[in-house]
T-cell receptor, first 113, second 111 residues
Framework: NAGVMQNPRHLVRRRGQEARLRCSPM?????VYWYRQLPEEGLKFMVY????????ESGMPKERFSAEFPKEGPSILRIQQVVRGDSAAYFC???????????FGQGTRLTVV | DQQVKQNSPSLSVQEGRISILNCDYT??????FLWYKKYPAEGPTFLIS?????DKNEDGRFTVFLNKSAKHLSLHIVPSQPGDSAVYFC??????????FGKGTKLSVKP
């Protein structure tokens, strides 16, 4: 039973480009969460999705950021026109139901140059 | 507005002794709390959880205590081992589904 899979592990983008981060949840998990960790900071909630629906996007910046979790395929976190401040580790987690522990992927480290 | 606070950024403990990691919260609506352990360049790993209706949960060397009146929880690791050296995150969760994390405490266990 594979864990939460994120790819790529490392992503380098120039300012103004788009970044696409992928997350495949654990088998049987329909709840996906995206978190961002800045250096020396804890994990900050960004968005919570449940198959094809965005449940809570209160932690996601209103502009340039979007997330989806289609019926088929991985969840995608998309950052348009990246800026240096977007450089961070982005973690995806999945859970079977709402009130159970979430399992995390290994993260995608985004570097904007 | 930090709903979950870990006020000690780091903690150093001798191997074999007890490690106590602390966490305070302000949100009374949390239904449960979790502790995660994180190694550099890896994702957080779930360690132990506690429901808000309990005051203690134990799993092997790990025990979590919850004091609801003080809005405080703590993670006890005994005996501490060098492999326990990592960053520990406390998180609160509720019916909304998302977790609110503290900033973490870096634990160093010296041999």
């Amino acid at each position: 039973n594979a864990g939460v899979m994120q790819n790529p592990r490392h992503l380098v983008r120039r300012r103004g480009q788009e970044a696409r981060l992928r997350c495949s949840p654990m088998k049987g998990h329909s709840h996906v969460y995206w978190y961002r960790q800045l250096p020396e900071e804890g994990l900050k909630f960004m968005v919570y999705l449940q198959k094809e629906n965005i449940i809570d996007e209160s932690g996601m910046p209103k502009e340039r950021f979007s997330a989806e979790f289609p019926k088929e395929g991985p969840s995608i976190l998309r950052i348009q026109q990246v800026v240096r401040g977007d450089s961070a580790a982005y973690f995806c987690a999945s859970s079977q139901t709402v009130n159970t522990e979430a399992f995390f992927g290994q993260g995608t480290r985004l570097t904007v140059v | 507005d930090q709903q979950v606070k870990q006020n000690s950024p780091s903690l150093s403990v001798q191997e074999g002794r007890i490690s106590i990691l602390n966490c305070d919260y302000t949100n009374s609506m949390f239904d449960y709390f979790l502790w995660y352990k994180k190694y550099p360049a890896e994702g957080p790993t779930f360690l132990i959880s506690i429901s808000s209706i309990k005051d203690k949960n134990e799993d092997g060397r790990f025990t979590v205590f919850l004091n609801k009146s003080a809005k405080h929880l703590s993670l006890h690791i005994v005996p501490s081992q060098p492999g326990d050296s990592a960053v520990y995150f406390c998180a609160g969760g509720g019916s909304q589904g998302n977790l609110i994390f503290g900033k973490g405490t870096k634990l160093s266990v010296k041999p």
